[in-house]
């Protein structure tokens, strides 16, 4: 396939894979390839598809993926190309990243003579429809969570659980999880999904739910970048809230033990066994303050009840305002600090995650330990924060094998996240967060047996467990079935079983 001859054919069979309009394919020799086709969101992970293209049809994605089939490429699908590890752009780490050991770099795909693979972006799939006697909506992979908000509302103010960032497409969102302030109360955004259209590596286009290609469907609600590319969704709905309450409240403390002690009170508050479902709660811990911040759907009154300022005291005036119009709920900047940092910019950035369920809490020597730390040591980088996410509540009804993701337990997750606008980075950086993450894992080891795919670390070993856990062998077992030649592959992807 390395001859020019071959190179010049592959070209041509993506070309008439895309109705033979050459505009909607991208190869690397065009001017300024990177920055109009690949336009990788995290820097620190240099990455080089072989070609990026444009599909209007699931037929024009089974013609692709038969070139792909033809030429020995690897493919991966994009839908708004937020991926923390450039997963979208089908991957290839071009150089090591720093700190990480040399049994973990990710080998070259070495196709054709050419780095990378081929890219499947889904922008032109942005179609919506709604049903309006079952308020069961259909939407396109390429629909961004904005959008997708807007059409929900104007349909008979329906609404879905999903992320705060609106410029995520649903693609890629509901296909690893997606979670959100609603998802205490209505469940991740992947359990919405009744249904999808998708197109397998054999290029065969199917329609999967839990009527009719059970497999396809487990597999693609979880994991779908490993099995196949979806080109249709079909999602419940609810009815939108009509009330909430919208808080922040911001610590300036002075000592790391007057820190730890915010955080064992949170960890104490979300831990109650009667918490209810309509609160969900953010903890996001920078150097020299902490937010706590969320949205409780229900009256003011009800929130009072609460009593948040009264165990959380802080001599900084807080933010609590009554919202009572669905859209402004999700629009008023909910997390905006984290939007602020990681949004849509593409910089150098690093994260890692650990879950944590009710029965493996984080022990108080441990937070203590976790803000000595970040008061001794240099983070290389101003712009770091670590969050606390409450989950539980819906998400948890589920049982852990009925889908693909498999973190049905968890109660709140821990991100570390660490950036550097000039440039990569450091191993300073590299170090103060790999610090932060063993201490925690280190105090509840089964934490670290818990990442969330969609804050994936290219250094983890052996992510796969991590991130599917005890899902991973029937998954294992169906990629043999499904994909046995890794077609679509990126390195912490489902692999072929053994």
């Known amino acids: 396939m390395g001859n020019t001859t071959s190179i010049a054919a592959g070209r041509d069979c993506l070309i008439s894979a895309v109705g033979g ?29 072989a070609a990026v293209t444009y599909p209007q049809s699931a037929d024009e994605i089974a013609s692709v993926l038969k070139c792909a089939t033809e030429f020995d490429y690897k493919v991966q699908a994009r839908s708004g190309g ?11 780490i071009l150089v090591e990243l720093p700190g990480m050991q040399s049994t973990d770099s990710v080998p070259s795909l070495g196709i054709g003579g050419q780095s990378g693979a081929i890219v499947i972006d889904m922008k032109h799939f942005s179609q919506f429809s709604m049903d309006e006697s079952t308020h069961v909506a259909t939407i396109g992979p390429g629909t961004s969570l904005g959008d997708l908000d ?42 919405h999904v009744e249904e999808v259209e998708v197109v397998l590596a054999n290029s065969s286009i199917v329609r999967a739910s839990d009527t009719q290609n059970q497999d396809i469907f487990f597999a693609i609600k979880g994991a779908a970048a490993s099995f196949g590319i979806v080109t249709e969704f079909k999602v419940r709905t609810e009815e939108a809230p009509g009330l909430a309450v919208q808080y922040s409240f911001t610590f300036n403390l002075g000592t790391p ?25 953010n903890l996001i811990i920078f150097d020299g303050q902490i937010i706590l911040e969320g949205i409780f759907f229900g009256s003011k009154e009800q929130y009072d009840a609460l009593e948040l300022e009264k165990k959380f005291p802080t001599s900084e005036p807080g933010t609590v305002l009554v919202l009572t119009d669905w859209l402004g709920m999700i629009g008023h900047g909910l997390e905006d600090t984290i939007l602020r940092l990681v949004g849509d910019s593409p910089t150098w950035f690093y994260a890692k995650s650990l879950g944590f369920t009710p029965d493996t809490l984080v022990p108080d020597s441990a937070i203590e330990e976790f803000f000595d730390y970040i008061h001794k040591t240099n983070a290389g980088t101003l712009a770091w924060f670590v969050t606390l996410s409450l989950e539980g509540g819906a998400i948890n009804a589920v049982p852990e094998d009925a889908t693909a993701y498999g973190h049905r337990d968890v109660l709140f997750w821990v991100q570390v996240f660490v950036a550097n606008p000039l440039g990569p980075i450091s191993r300073t950086t590299y170090k103060f967060t790999d610090g932060l993450y063993d201490i925690l894992a280190q105090a509840v080891p089964e934490s670290a047996a818990r990442a969330y795919l969609g804050c994936p670390d290219p250094r983890m070993p052996d992510a796969q467990h991590a991130y599917w856990r005890s899902n991973l062998p029937r ?5 043999e079935e499904l994909d046995p030649k890794d077609i679509f592959h990126n390195p912490q992807g489902v692999q072929v079983a053994s």
Request: net charge negative; charged share 15%; hydrophobic share 40%.
């Open 21 to 49: 309009n050459a505009a909607y394919v991208a190869f690397q020799d065009q001017l300024l390839y990177q920055a109009t086709a690949v336009e990788p969101y995290n820097l620190n992970i240099p990455v080089t598809p």
């Open 150 to 191: 807007i059409e929900l509302y104007n349909s008979g103010n329906r609404a879905m659980s999903h992320g705060i960032c609106p410029t995520i497409r649903t693609g890629g969102h509901l296909t690893i999880g997606g979670l959100g302030p609603t998802a205490r109360q209505w469940g991740l955004a992947l359990d």
């Open 257 to 281: 033990h007057e820190k730890a002690k915010l955080v064992k009170d949170w960890q104490a508050f979300i831990a109650q066994e009667n918490l209810t479902w309509q609160f969900y709660s």
């Open 475 to 479: 998954l294992e077992e169906l990629k």
């Open 82 to 92: 937020h991926s923390f590890g450039n997963y979208g752009m089908a991957l290839m």
